[in-house]
């Protein structure tokens, strides 16, 4: 938020554009107060997006939280359909309506935030004709997003915020920019932005975006294509689902990281049971079970030393020629 508000307050309330911001917020928050700020910085019309408002020059719309905020025939669509990249609203899902929508009066920008949403955004807005801007990341709190746009995507303008609002006049500016160049938008864009107005696709339709890989959505369970369109590396679920290969492989961390844990309980809970059965009668236990208890000692030893550590971290010591505690 003081990057959007630093933001806003560079920009007149008689912008020839409209102007639509997604933030990434919690699930159970409520955008008023966020709205409220904004029009204490800006003379735009700030306003929390609705479904069906029309599309206004000089206006503001916040997406909604736990709702996505898309554009067609000069009106918003406010829905509740699959995440991309974990999000909802993504920025992605913005980029992508406005530029099949609007394609070369599109202007996407992506300020300081972490992870990856956005780069893909920026990725389909260009494809369909429109600019792509950056916040510098050297003056980004979170440089992660600007970082990752510029890597996978080739920017036009790059630009600190404190010179990012006239930078934007200027583009939309109709007396200064030059007519936008029309070009076709590309078909496999059309078909992902008509999947998410209708909330969910099929798998004959994923089919036509991508080929099937032998990896699971993160989110659902189902199961993956990898699109074949773009230079940014992505897949999809038919379902809706999306992600660029750097968001899917956070969520697959996080994934298997839990995974880990539980299977840490319960090599834990086996450990306790056979050292309770050989305390409650050690005259049957046998040498066979007693190697069993010091292996899954070891191994315990192991996986923790792993999730404490990570996959980055120290290897444990070589313990095989000591019981462990």
């Not at 038919?238 to 309980?265: C, K, P, Y």
């Amino acid at each position: 938020m003081p990057a959007l508000t630093a933001l806003v307050a560079q920009l007149p309330g008689t912008l020839t554009a409209a102007v639509l911001v997604v933030q990434h917020l919690s699930p159970d928050s409520t955008g008023v107060p966020l709205v409220a700020r904004l029009n204490e910085y800006t003379s735009l019309q700030c306003q929390l997006a609705t479904n069906q408002a029309p599309l206004e020059a000089g206006h503001l719309y916040l997406a909604p939280p736990d709702r996505h905020l898309l554009v067609k025939d000069n009106h918003l669509l406010v829905t509740k359909g699959p995440r991309e990249n974990s999000y909802r609203p993504a920025a992605d899902a913005l980029f992508r309506s406005a530029a099949v929508a609007y394609g070369a009066n599109v202007v996407g920008v992506v300020l300081t935030g972490m992870l990856h949403d956005g780069t893909a955004g920026l990725e389909f807005v260009k494809r369909c004709g429109g600019l792509a801007v950056v916040q510098d990341p050297a003056d980004a709190e979170f440089a992660s997003m600007p970082e990752s746009a510029l890597r996978a995507v080739a920017i036009d303008y790059v630009a600190p915020l404190a010179q990012m609002g006239q930078l934007l006049v200027q583009l939309v500016d109709p007396a200064r920019a030059e007519p936008p160049e029309k070009i076709h938008i590309p078909a496999d864009l059309q078909l992902e932005a008509a999947i998410a107005e209708r909330v969910v696709g099929t798998v004959e339709q994923v089919g036509q975006l991508g080929h099937q890989v032998p990896m699971t959505c993160p989110d659902c369970g189902g199961n993956l294509w990898e699109v074949d369109h773009g230079k940014v590396l992505r897949y999809r679920c038919h379902t809706g689902h999306a992600f660029t290969a750097e968001a899917l492989a956070e969520s697959n961390q996080h994934e298997l990281e839990e995974t880990l844990w539980v299977a840490l309980r319960m090599m834990e809970e086996r450990k306790n049971l056979l050292m309770s059965m050989n305390k409650h009668d050690n005259s049957t236990w046998s040498r066979q079970q007693d190697e069993r208890l010091v292996d899954l000692k070891r191994h315990v030893n192991r996986m923790r030393e792993f999730l404490l550590n990570g996959s980055e971290g120290p290897q444990p010591a070589d313990t095989s020629q000591t019981e462990p505690k």
